[in-house]
């Protein structure tokens, strides 16, 4: 990616400032996604350990994963990859309540970092009431000890952090669960994740902090991104799913708004928006989440993403943001880390914590005083 010098950001030189940084980053989001691939190296030995103890599980007739936030973006993760790599079906769960046709032969995952996300326990009790197979991915809290009491297998993971910043803990166990009870193939199954550590290694280095602006891709990304509304297209599959990953960093970190969508739907309603998008507001700016095989892989896609280009013209600006890697687990990752990196160099230009959650804790204090 070419350095673009973005008109509306005129404190860029503090994404080169670590001591600035430092001050900004109170909690040391930074340092965290910068430990990633450390993160993941753990969960995978724990998500081994935890699969190694599960007494023969039995094939399921289809997968529910639930979850909100953070923990459930790595269930989305999973289920992406299972389309690809599995034969049942896998869905992801953000409410309350279960789809009705669990039952005796659906495997439910609740995934809660904290273990004390109301929905996720509210969606627990009704697995356990439908007779559903089950397993828990949390810190404790009490998801952990509901589970425990009702002997509910639980992959029990490092506690301490924001959930955002746990997507390794979270997504590699729910993984290793779901290919214990559904094997997938090589490349979306647990093994490929080890062998993409080198590369999230590399990626550490040169989108940390101290590979400097000129030769940062993730710094240039923010750069490019300040100022405006970020609109992320995710052209099929994962990307899709990063598309709203990327979109939720950039709204808790960044703590802006930003908005994704994923091709071919985009096509057949949202692209229509662009007609009138300069009267809604001036600073548009869309990124095109790609994969380098979809243009041998998918034609039809990368065709859509040209003309789409075309309409939008100059309404937005525009840029591709390329997956890195060989293998598809490279790629989703590689993706998947960059954008963290860019969400939280975002946050330094807007000058705000990205750790910090105020919205987020009101809403929760005011939900803990409502009865029901």
Same mark, same amino acid.
């Given at each position: ?14 994404? #080169?400032? *670590? ?45 529910? *994963?639930?979850?909100?936030? !953070? ?6 993760? /999973? ?15 953000? #409410?309350?309540?279960?789809? !009705? $046709?669990?039952?005796? +032969? ?12 109301? &929905? ?15 397993? @828990?991915?949390?810190? !404790? !809290? ?5 589970? &425990? ?5 639980? @992959? ?31 490349? @979306? ?24 602006? #000129? ?37 808790? +970190? /960044? ?13 057949? +309603?949202?692209?229509?928006?662009? #007609? ?24 039809? *896609? ?21 997956? &890195? ?21 975002? /946050?330094?230009? +807007? ?14 204090? &005011?939900?803990?005083? $409502?009865?029901?």
């Amino acid at each position: 990616m070419s350095l673009y010098r973005n008109p509306r950001a005129p404190m860029a030189g503090i994404l #080169d400032d *670590i001591e600035a940084m430092r001050i900004i980053d109170r909690s040391g989001m930074l340092r965290l996604t910068e430990e990633f691939p450390q993160q993941c190296r753990e969960a995978l030995e724990i998500a081994t350990a935890f699969t190694a103890r599960l007494s023969a599980p039995q094939r399921p007739a289809n997968v529910v *994963i639930t979850g909100l936030g !953070g923990s459930a973006i790595g269930g989305d993760m /999973a289920a992406s990859l299972a389309a690809i790599g599995g034969d049942v079906p896998v869905i992801v769960n953000r #409410d309350y309540s279960l789809p !009705g $046709f669990v039952g005796p +032969n659906t495997l439910v995952i609740a995934s809660s970092y904290s273990g004390n996300t109301e &929905e996720t326990l509210s969606a627990y009790a009704q697995a356990r009431s439908a007779g559903c197979r089950m397993a @828990c991915v949390t810190s !404790g !809290g009490e998801l952990g000890r509901m589970a &425990e009491a009702d002997g509910v297998p639980v @992959c029990r993971v490092p506690g301490g952090r924001p959930p955002r910043a746990s997507t390794g803990f979270l997504f590699i166990p729910t993984l290793s669960i779901l290919h214990a009870h559904v094997p997938l193939a090589k490349s @979306c199954s647990p093994g490929a994740i080890s062998l993409a550590l080198p590369l999230l290694e590399a990626c550490s280095v040169k989108w940390g902090r101290n590979a400097p602006l #000129d030769e940062n891709a993730a710094k240039q990304t923010a750069l490019r991104l300040h100022g405006r509304i970020p609109i992320f297209y995710g052209t099929q599959g994962y990307r899709g799913v990063l598309a709203t990953r990327w979109k939720g960093q950039f709204n808790e +970190n /960044a703590k802006a708004h930003a908005f994704a969508y994923v091709l071919p739907e985009q096509n057949h +309603n949202e692209i229509l928006g662009w #007609d009138q998008a300069l009267t809604q507001a001036q600073n548009w700016s869309v990124a095109y989440l790609r994969d380098p095989q979809e243009t041998d892989e998918t034609p039809r *896609i990368a065709k859509r993403v040209d003309v789409l280009k075309t309409v939008i013209g100059n309404r937005a600006d525009q840029m591709d943001i390329w997956a &890195e890697g060989s293998t598809l687990m490279e790629r989703m990752l590689s993706l998947l880390y960059l954008g963290d990196f860019a969400s939280v160099y975002a /946050a330094f230009l +807007n000058g705000v914590d990205p750790t910090a959650i105020a919205g987020i804790d009101l809403l929760k204090a &005011e939900l803990s005083q $409502f009865p029901g």
